[in-house]
């Protein structure tokens, strides 16, 4: 028995399009087939040759609570880790976007990390090999250092996302 990666994860959202936005526009995923499931949703990739769906986007149907809306925030999960490259860019991409996030120095290692949030509020960590990365590591200063534990994901300050 093994276990060899993550296949995927799924989110549940209100808002289908600013989370395309967000992950396709900001983070570089790309959209790939998706089977007909009777409700509205996405399959985000890595933008590899081939490469597998790993993040599912669900809305309306089965993504409602009892309310008529899906879910915010990550709930019993805290966060999401990525495994990225090209640090810098995605910094400048946040900034691009108005969105809000937090830098990481992981203690006693290489690993740079970037903190953001999907327009659900679902909390995403970019990690990334320090010594592979040009340029100035993670500021570590307050305010912009991550903090475990304290969100800063504020919904009404969101920006509002939309597909190129």
Known sequence: MIISGLFHIAIKTNDLDATRAFYCDVLGLKDVFRPDFGFPGAWLACPLPGGPAIIHVYAGGPALGA????????????????????????????????????????????????????????????????????????????????????????????????RA
Not at 68 to 86: E, K, N, Q, V
Not at 116 to 136: H, N
Request: aromatic fraction near 14%; hydrophobic fraction near 35%.
């Open 67 to 162: 309310d008529g809306r899906a879910p915010s925030g990550t709930a019993a999960i805290d966060h999401l880790s990525l495994s990225c490259a090209g640090y810098h860019e995605f910094r400048e991409r946040f900034i691009a976007a108005g969105l809000d996030y937090r830098e990481f120095l992981v203690p006693g290692t290489t690993l740079w990390q970037l903190f953001v949030y999907d327009p659900s509020g679902v909390q995403l960590e970019l990690t990334f090999e320090g010594s592979a990365e040009a340029g100035r590591s993670p500021d570590m200063s307050p305010g912009r250092a991550y903090v475990a534990g304290s969100s800063f994901f504020d919904p009404a300050t969101y920006p509002r996302l939309r």
